[in-house]
């Protein structure tokens, strides 16, 4: 019964976030959502379309076991699923099981987005055994000479990156486990665009994988030349669209500092810190209000952060027709399936 309040709970918390973003009310309404919770910045790809691999300045960590656990302790009340990833590959934190089983113990849902290679034996029973919800796994090519053209010579063995999907699946049958539910991905770009029709065939039918997904392309803060030269098709998102991020979630780096948006990778845009504040002292702040405001004003080019981004959530604002706004006319690209028109 206690879970099942606290789900109804989290629930309603979504629609009040979701009613002060269409209404535009810049002072918080609800409980804070946490989006993203980055274990790591550590990760050995050198992904072309990632701004890690060009930009990223801030120093490299694990994050504590103090800060997870005040992030998960604070964020219940409204969080009920969380992704533990943001620019680093968390399956290098190695204390990635414990961190899994304290969110899955206090009933939000753990996502994760990693890169197959790194899936060895110990941190598959991890992932099963820690009760990790969803996991999306990244083959960026068919042959691992477009892997590596997209990813890096980390991921220069395709071959590993498929043996390791299997390992999974299997680990998963032998505990008799429905989760983690398995995503294979490949995020399609100038690289790669040429393999997605027979990478498609080759995993669609695959026992044990779940879902398969082409990802479209996002250029993250739209800064970064050689990244937005990789994107195939223009941006189709309205760019009077409000962009829902500040009144809906925020994010939090490994080392406790919270920021607005998964797009943030050099934490530019710092909120304040778990280390020092309270989440709902951040989520009921100043900085996020005065960054509502400037959202809801439309003038963000003083906001490198979002000057120059192709790439946010959202729907068209200030409607009498909410919610209907919300679910017909939605407009999303982070995570956004690619299909041909």
């Given at each position: 019964m206690k879970v099942f309040l606290g789900n109804i709970g989290r629930k309603l918390n979504r629609e009040a976030l979701q009613f002060?973003?269409?209404?535009?009310?810049?002072?918080?309404?609800?409980?804070?959502v946490v989006f993203q919770i980055e274990l790591t910045n550590h990760c050995p790809m050198t992904c072309k379309m990632c701004p890690r691999t060009h930009a990223m300045e801030r120093p490299l960590g694990y994050m504590s076991d103090e800060v997870f656990h005040r992030i998960i302790d604070q964020a219940a009340q409204g969080t009920s699923?969380?992704?533990?990833?943001h620019f680093g590959d968390s399956l290098l934190h190695p204390k990635i099981r414990e961190l899994i089983r304290y969110a899955t113990d206090r009933g939000?849902?753990?996502y994760l987005s990693a890169n197959p290679v790194l899936l060895t034996k110990q941190r598959i029973e991890a992932l099963v055994d820690g009760g990790l919800h969803e996991i999306v796994l990244s083959i960026d090519g068919l042959t691992s000479e477009i892997s590596q053209a997209v990813r890096g010579r980390a991921a220069s063995n395709v071959e590993l990156a498929e043996r390791r999907v299997r390992e999974l699946i299997a680990y998963r049958e032998r505990q008799a486990s429905k989760s983690p539910y398995i995503i294979l991905q490949i995020v399609r770009q100038?690289?790669?665009?040429?393999?997605?029709p027979a990478w498609l065939e080759k995993w669609?039918?695959?026992?044990?994988?779940?879902?398969?997904?082409?990802?479209?392309?996002?250029?993250w803060d739209g800064t970064r030349d050689e990244i937005n030269s990789l994107r195939l098709e223009p941006s189709k998102i309205d760019p009077k669209l409000v962009c829902d991020k500040p009144w809906t979630s925020v994010t939090v780096l490994w080392d406790g500092r919270v920021v607005p948006c998964c797009f943030d990778y050099d934490g530019i845009m710092s909120l304040g810190s778990?280390?020092?504040?309270?989440?709902?002292e951040i989520w009921q702040g100043e900085r996020l209000v005065a960054f509502r405001e400037t959202h809801k004003n439309g003038d963000l080019s003083n906001i490198k952060l979002c000057a120059r981004c192709e790439d946010k959530e959202g729907y068209p604002v200030k409607r009498l027709t909410y919610p209907l706004n919300r679910f017909m006319q939605s407009q999303s690209s982070i995570g956004e399936e690619w299909r041909p028109e």
């Open positions: 002060a973003y269409n209404w535009q009310i810049t002072r918080p309404v609800g409980k804070p699923d969380v992704f533990i990833h939000i849902r753990t100038r690289q790669n665009v040429h393999e997605v669609q039918n695959v026992p044990g994988v779940d879902r398969v997904k082409v990802k479209s392309y996002v250029t778990l280390r020092e504040q309270s989440l709902m």
